[in-house]
């Protein structure tokens, strides 16, 4: 089954004819109303709605996944069948295609960014594929190079911290990682270093993220950061969320606010917990 554009339809079927296959019918066509309705000679032989009919469709994996999961999680996302859910889409403010980093890098010096990685840790050939593009030197470094002296970060104008399971997360998401550099001295010191000079930015993807979270004792600004902790569906939690790039002191987002966009998100422990100003305990933020 093909879902293809009306204009496109003669030269779908046009190209199946040629492979020998003529026996290609249109079945039907997508339209703006929640009604879905089965004709046979102009005569309507079923009528039914979109919100019935993907109820009937997700109700018995709602009552597994409110057995398996958290139910109050899998009721709230059964509840949202009804919702007249617009989908995803991109709104940008700025052009894709531009070179932004041209003026800065036309002096044919590249800045060098040490893609971190630990034990477990996944996808730094993808980020370092991604900095390179963007007109980076992009260096591999592990932490291993860090603690043994190897690497120095003061050569370094970025850090990014790649995804993965950083000790399997044994200690929680990112912990492991994050404790191998703040209990050691010679790495805490380096970090601390990097994050209090002017001239540096830091990322931190998935796992990455997770670990830099924990060292906001040493980044200055960060004391109102987030921990991430299990997620309330108790699941690992692979989805395509609609995001909005609000206005932020962030370098990365610089020229992007305004823009909503599809974005990939893969956690088992995504859900930010927020230390509370009071002494009663935390302020929770739910991310699933």
């Not at 963007?134 to 860090?146: E, L, P, Q, W, Y």
């Amino acid at each position: 089954m093909l879902q293809v554009r009306a204009a496109d339809v003669a030269a779908v079927q046009a190209r199946f004819a040629d492979a020998g296959c003529t026996n290609v019918v249109v079945l039907g066509r997508i339209t703006s109303e929640q009604d879905f309705v089965i004709r046979k000679d102009g005569e309507v032989i079923y009528r039914s709605t979109r919100t019935t009919l993907q109820t009937l469709w997700a109700k018995t994996s709602y009552h597994i996944q409110s057995l398996r999961d958290n139910p109050e999680c899998a009721a709230q996302e059964f509840q949202t069948i009804p919702a007249d859910d617009p989908g995803l889409s991109a709104k940008l403010t700025y052009d894709p295609s531009a070179d932004i980093s041209a003026p800065y890098l036309n002096l044919g010096v590249k800045p060098k960014v040490a893609i971190l990685r630990e034990q477990g840790v996944n996808g730094q050939i993808e980020m370092a594929a991604a900095f390179t593009r963007a007109g980076f030197a992009a260096v591999d470094v592990h932490m291993s190079d860090i603690l043994s002296g190897r690497v120095d970060l003061n050569t370094f104008k970025g850090v990014a911290a790649c995804g993965g399971f950083s000790y399997g997360d044994v200690l929680g998401a990112g912990e492991g990682w994050a404790k191998t550099i703040l209990f050691n001295s010679q790495a805490r010191d380096a970090f601390a270093a990097f994050f209090q000079r002017g001239d540096t930015f830091s990322l931190g993807v998935c796992n990455g993220c997770q670990m830099m979270s924990n060292l906001k004792s040493l980044i200055p600004g960060a004391d109102h950061w987030p921990r991430f902790v299990r997620n309330l569906s108790e699941q690992f939690e692979a989805r395509v969320s609609l995001v909005r790039i609000e206005k932020s002191p962030s370098v990365l987002f610089n020229g992007m606010v305004g823009s909503h966009l599809p974005v990939a998100v893969a956690h088992g422990e995504g859900r930010a917990e927020f230390v509370d100003d009071e002494p009663s305990g935390f302020v929770i933020k739910a991310v699933w």
